[in-house]
């Protein structure tokens, strides 16, 4: 039992890791015309939007498209949760 226990242990602390290193991974993703780029990171938080022109509008996307993939995330970790039994910090 103590074992299970370590080994679950050892595998929160390696997904704590892995979500620090996808939150500080970035990349660019732009529209085949060239007029919308977004700047996402691996853990699916949008940093930034950029829309030709549009800097109001810009923002309210980026707002709204974080927010929809928290509650996404809060879903799927309830989920999780209501299968196993188990609150993992860190899936959400």
Do not use: C, W, Y
Not at 11 to 24: A, G, I, P, S, T
Request: a positive charge; aromatic letters at 4%; charged letters at 30%.
């Amino acid at each position: 039992m103590l074992d299970k226990m370590k080994a679950l242990f050892e595998m929160q602390k390696k997904m704590q890791e892995v979500k620090r290193e996808l939150e500080n991974t970035n990349f660019d993703i732009q529209s085949s015309d060239g007029l919308v780029k977004i700047t996402m990171n691996g853990a699916q938080e949008v940093k930034g939007i950029v829309i030709k022109d549009n800097p109001q509008l810009e923002n309210a996307l980026k707002d709204t498209f974080n927010r929809a993939i928290k509650r996404s995330q809060e879903i799927g970790a309830q989920k999780m949760k209501d299968v196993t039994g188990i609150n993992l910090p860190g899936l959400t």
